[in-house]
């Protein structure tokens, strides 16, 4: 425990990774705040609200009609605040919309918005039965959940940047686990001591491990209590694909899944996606003497899915899928719900690989050394 204390303490309280922190805390802060809450936009009876109180009149107004969606309440949410019908050039959206005339008239709508140049202002309701509010409760056999959603949409963007930003904090804070000792010219010291072959390498492995847990639970609860105190979690029943920036798909029973089931889904993947990376700088930090040359080829190996991706357009798709940099990006979950077990089984099989494969190499430094 001694050992393990005393890695952990050489791993979190180097200056640069301190600092590291507070950057990440910082861009998320600006993130959510200026972009997500920024761009919110509500406008009710000709009153305009933006960012906070955007989000607070969305919340208001939503509640007296939250429950199972009927064409009666459709039409009563219309009677109330009319058809969006204001466009403003370059900006594709009608800009006279709340959260619940924009929902009824975004599926239930007799016109429609592709951009500023291309739109059509609805003039009536489709019965829910004929549109694909209908299907997707005919496939599901659930009614359709009306709510306010937004807090879920902007959970899962926030959470995607933050993992991102975890996994480069993971890349600083890891990467001198085993490579900085030899950097510093004190792994002989070490390995050769009584504790230093197993102990030492065992206690550096766990240092390393929670370290990384450390990281994804501090950003998932500064984005949860942002995003818990702004917006809220309601509508965790209502389907994925009525959350903003998804649709309904009949072909992907996944945007039909309960949108808080799929963000739990997401936070599983995200810890394995995390850890592995974190078994992936554990290795490379086992075979180079400095930490500037295991995080840059440690960084290397967490961005080459990406740009296998961009040079064989989505070939073998399903296999980086379970990378790191991959397993944390909701859209990509989507695309693959269905085969899940072959990029957990990736992920999974890099972080047992990785982490025996990164241990053997370092203890077999140590006899080399006392030979």
Not at 95 to 106: A, S
Not at 114 to 139: C, F, H
Not at 224 to 234: C, D, K, P
Not at 300 to 311: C, Q, S, V
Request: glycine share 10%; proline share 2%; hydrophobic share 45%.
């Amino acid at each position: 425990m001694r050992l393990y204390r005393m890695e952990l303490y050489k791993l979190l309280c180097r200056k640069f990774f301190v600092i590291s922190i507070a950057l990440t805390l910082g861009i998320l802060f600006v993130y959510f705040y200026f972009v997500n809450v920024g761009d919110e936009r509500s406008v009710v009876d000709g009153h305009v609200y933006t960012g906070l109180q955007a989000v607070r009149t969305d919340r208001e107004i939503t509640e007296e009609y939250a429950g199972i969606l009927t064409d009666r309440k459709a039409e009563q949410i219309i009677e109330t605040y009319g058809f969006p019908s204001k466009v403003e050039e370059y900006y594709g959206g009608f800009r006279d919309e709340n959260y619940l005339n924009g929902f009824v008239t975004e599926y239930l709508g007799n016109g429609y918005m592709r951009d500023w140049e291309d739109y059509k202002v609805s003039t009536a309701l489709s019965p829910i039965a004929d549109t694909e509010l209908g299907r997707a409760a005919e496939i599901t056999g659930m009614e359709t959940t009306l709510d306010y959603t937004g807090g879920w949409a902007v959970f899962l963007d926030t959470l995607q940047l933050g993992m991102i930003l975890g996994s480069v904090l993971i890349l600083i804070g890891v990467s001198p686990v085993f490579a900085e000792e030899r950097q510093n010219k004190t792994a002989a010291i070490i390995l050769t001591s009584a504790e230093g072959k197993e102990k030492g390498v065992r206690a550096k492995t766990a240092a390393a491990f929670t370290v990384s847990a450390m990281i994804y639970t501090g950003i998932v609860l500064y984005v949860f209590l942002g995003v818990r105190l702004v917006y809220g979690f309601s509508g965790g029943d209502c389907m994925l694909g009525l959350v903003k920036g998804y649709h309904l798909n009949a072909e992907n029973a996944v945007t039909m899944t309960a949108v808080g089931r799929f963000a739990g889904v997401e936070l599983i993947l995200d810890f394995l996606a995390l850890n592995s990376l974190c078994a992936l700088t554990v290795c490379v930090s086992a075979y180079f003497e400095t930490t500037f040359h295991t995080v840059v080829i440690s960084c290397t190996g967490w961005i080459a899915p990406l740009l296998f991706r961009i040079m064989f357009r989505g070939g073998g798709y399903l296999i980086i899928a379970g990378t790191p940099l991959f397993l944390v990006m909701p859209g990509v979950l989507i695309d693959v719900y269905r085969m899940l077990f072959i990029p957990v089984g990736v992920a999974a099989g890099m972080l047992v690989f990785c982490t025996g494969h990164g241990m053997r190499k370092y203890a077999l430094l140590s006899q080399s050394m006392k030979a």
